[in-house]
């Protein structure tokens, strides 16, 4: 069979060339950029690690699957402390609904289901799938902060079928809770680097793909790297790709001072409104307390409600984190260290836009597919699973 090329690679792309080649398929990856990974790496810094994208993945038979054939020794964040998120309603709070708005929402959820109207509907926006079946406090207090936290979206935009439909999770969970390699995301990186290199897959870095419909290809980049891939032998797909909105996002990772109070749990979810700015809070040190260095938290910033604060300066960056955790704490404690990553085209808008265009599916050539974080859920574990299928199509194929 000839070669097949992996474009990018990022996780999709090497996860696509590990099942690939574990199918005995020759394959080639090319990656445009001078490394590996693609939006994950870890920075091992005097302070402790720092991630710039994913932090873990979420437990699934796979993940555990790949990561033990990788002989990898993985965190989990199995305790109940540490898997705690909180909402923030004046003050963090695990349970963010009074009485009775819980109420009302165990009664509209009810009633819901009795009438057999809980699914989300087609090209239902997350705020009016909220409204009808648990009402418009429980969206406004849990279901928004949750998602937008998740998804970075709008809820008035957010495609409920595509971030609720229960389709496509990955099956029978190992455990529960969040893994990750011990020294964090790049040890996974650098384990299907080294994994793929002994069974002789050529990567080429610093290599931009060009398609020419001459070898399969599985295109496992952005959808905006996709739309530019395919501009020329797919027009009608690169046009559907193009439409799908990219959202920006600004991670700001802060290492404290020994001592300084920490937040409880794995962090804080803050709805759209209020005087704080960030999506969320991730209070890194407590999700993998056993990774060492001193206690960090990142401050995530952007999505579709707050495109321009990718384009602050690192200071106002700093300063809009520092005011943020002061309304939070209710003091200013200065950081021994700040790091800021910002990416310009994160993540997908799981908008109604992309629900449309998954519908709609893509008018691909014969050979050509397409893997990532647009296509079958956002999630590194989603990505495993998305990568083992299209790797089966590939083989049908050959
Ligand atoms: C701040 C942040 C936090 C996150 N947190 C989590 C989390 O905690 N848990 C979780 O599961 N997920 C998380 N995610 C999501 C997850 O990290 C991503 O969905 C995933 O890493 C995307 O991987 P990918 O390979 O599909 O895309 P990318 O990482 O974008 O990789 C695509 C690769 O393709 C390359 N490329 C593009 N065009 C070309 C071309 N023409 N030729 C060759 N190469 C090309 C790029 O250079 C890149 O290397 C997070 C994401 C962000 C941004």
Not at 213 to 235: F, Q, Y
Request: with cysteine; glycine share 10%; aromatic share 6%.
């Amino acid at each position: 069979m000839k070669a097949v090329t992996v474009v990018g690679g990022g996780f999709s792309g090497l996860a696509t060339a590990y099942y690939l080649s574990r199918a005995g398929i020759p394959v080639e990856i090319v990656e445009k950029t001078e490394r590996l990974g693609g939006l994950i790496a870890t920075l091992q810094t005097p302070h402790g690690p720092v991630e710039t994208a994913a932090i873990g993945m979420r437990n699934s038979a796979r993940v555990d699957a790949v990561c033990r054939d990788l002989g990898l020794r993985m965190l989990s964040s199995t305790r109940s402390s540490s898997r705690a998120r909180y909402i923030y309603r004046q003050r963090p709070r695990r349970w963010p609904l009074n009485p009775g708005e819980w109420l009302a929402l165990v009664a509209r959820f009810a009633t819901a289901t009795a009438r057999g109207s809980r699914r989300p509907r087609p090209l239902e926006t997350v705020e009016q799938w909220g409204a009808r079946v648990l009402g418009p406090r429980a969206t406004r207090w849990l279901v928004a902060p949750t998602l937008q936290g998740m998804y970075a979206g709008d809820p008035a935009c957010l495609s409920a079928s595509l971030v609720l439909g229960a389709r496509g999770r990955p099956a029978r969970p190992a455990g529960k809770g969040v893994v990750a390699p011990a020294r964090g995301m790049q040890q996974l990186v650098d384990a299907l680097e080294s994994r793929l290199r002994t069974r002789e897959v050529s990567i080429r870095l610093n290599t931009p793909a060009r398609l020419d419909g001459s070898t399969p290809t599985v295109i496992c980049t952005s959808a905006c790297d996709a739309a530019e891939c395919l501009r020329d032998v797919a027009p009608a797909a690169s046009q559907a790709l193009s439409t799908i909105d990219m959202l920006p996002l600004v991670r700001v990772t802060a290492f404290y001072p020994d001592g300084e109070t920490h937040q409880r749990g794995r962090g804080i979810l803050f709805p759209r409104g209020g005087d704080i700015r960030a999506l969320g809070v991730l209070c890194n040190t407590n999700v993998f307390p056993d990774r060492g260095g001193r206690y960090s938290e990142s401050w995530i910033y952007g999505g579709a409600a707050d495109r321009d604060v990718v384009h602050l300066s690192e200071d106002d960056l700093g300063a809009v984190m520092d005011r943020d955790r002061q309304l939070l704490c209710g003091r200013r404690v200065p950081p021994a260290a700040r790091l800021v990553h910002r990416w310009r085209a994160a993540l997908p808008h799981y908008d109604l836009q992309l629900e449309s265009v998954r519908a709609c599916g893509f008018d691909l050539p014969k050979g050509v597919f397409l893997a990532g974080n647009y296509v079958g859920g956002i999630g590194v574990s989603m990505l495993l699973e998305q990568a083992a299928a299209v790797a089966t199509r590939v083989g049908e194929m050959a």
